[in-house]
């Protein structure tokens, strides 16, 4: 498809359950990111990858979250033992590099809102 | 390091009032800076962006932005306000070094009143 796509876009689970969220950038897009937006807070970054250099995780928010980028292309964010401050919506976005001359340009999915019960 | 600042989580204007809506950066290198809209149930998307030359940059909808070194800002404004405008705006910064690592502000809800 033409714009970033992230399944599933509903997800219940219950606490302590591991949970894996999909991220499919746009094709040629070098760098991708991952958001976390909770009810009455803005966007809180998560983790960063950029080509083939090491991810910037400094955003995960404890060691039951971690992502993963194969190919550098589609992108998994998983969260182990899942808790009920964990619900929110994870937004994905990818842009091409700034020196490619897109200024940054992020590009978001429509999110996947997690629900854990 | 950079920064956004957000003022005003809520701001509410009558219709074909003028929107404002406020941000400030902090950044230690030249910035890019950006403005995007969330219109309810929605994904984000692009308002407007400046990365360098003409410091006013004009947006979809009629929304426009003025890039001010000297106030670290980039403040939003529409002259008039229209319902369709409700949404949530986002702020953002990044930078023109090969890591652009974008960081957002927090939101400010735009609520329209007819």
């Known amino acids: 498809g033409a714009g970033v796509s992230q399944s599933p876009s509903n997800k219940v689970t219950e606490k302590g359950k591991d949970v894996e969220l999909r991220c499919d950038p746009i094709?040629?897009?070098?760098?991708l990111y991952w958001y976390r937006q909770s009810l009455g807070q803005g966007l809180e970054f998560l983790i960063y990858?950029?080509?083939?250099?090491?991810?910037?995780k400094s955003g995960l928010p404890s060691d039951r979250f971690s992502a993963e980028r194969t190919g550098g292309s589609v992108s998994t964010l998983t969260i182990q033992r899942t808790q009920q401050e964990d619900s929110a919506v994870y937004l994905c976005?990818?842009?091409?590099?700034?020196?490619?001359?897109?200024?940054?340009?992020?590009?978001f999915g429509e999110g996947s809102r997690l629900t854990v019960l | 390091a950079q920064s956004v600042t957000q003022l005003g989580s809520h701001v509410s204007v009558s219709e074909g009032a003028l929107v404002l809506l406020r941000c400030n950066y902090s950044?230690?290198?030249?910035?890019?800076l950006f403005w995007y809209v969330q219109y309810p149930n929605q994904g984000l998307q692009l308002l407007l962006k400046?990365?360098?030359?003409?410091?006013l940059v004009k947006g979809i909808n009629g929304f426009e932005a003025e890039f001010k070194k000297s106030e670290t800002s980039f403040h939003l404004t529409k002259p008039s306000a229209h319902m369709s405008d409700a949404a949530e705006y986002f702020c953002?910064?990044?930078?023109?070094?090969?890591?652009?690592?974008?960081?957002f502000g927090t939101g400010t809800k735009l609520q329209v009143i007819p």
């Open positions: 990858f950029q080509g083939n250099s090491a991810p910037d």
């Open positions: 976005a990818s842009s091409k590099r700034a020196l490619e001359g897109s200024g940054g340009e992020l590009f």
């Open positions: 953002a910064v990044s930078y023109s070094g090969g890591y652009q690592k974008v960081t």
């Open positions: 400046y990365t360098t030359g003409a410091t």
């Open positions: 094709s040629g897009h070098t760098a």
């Open positions: 950044s230690s290198v030249p910035p890019y």
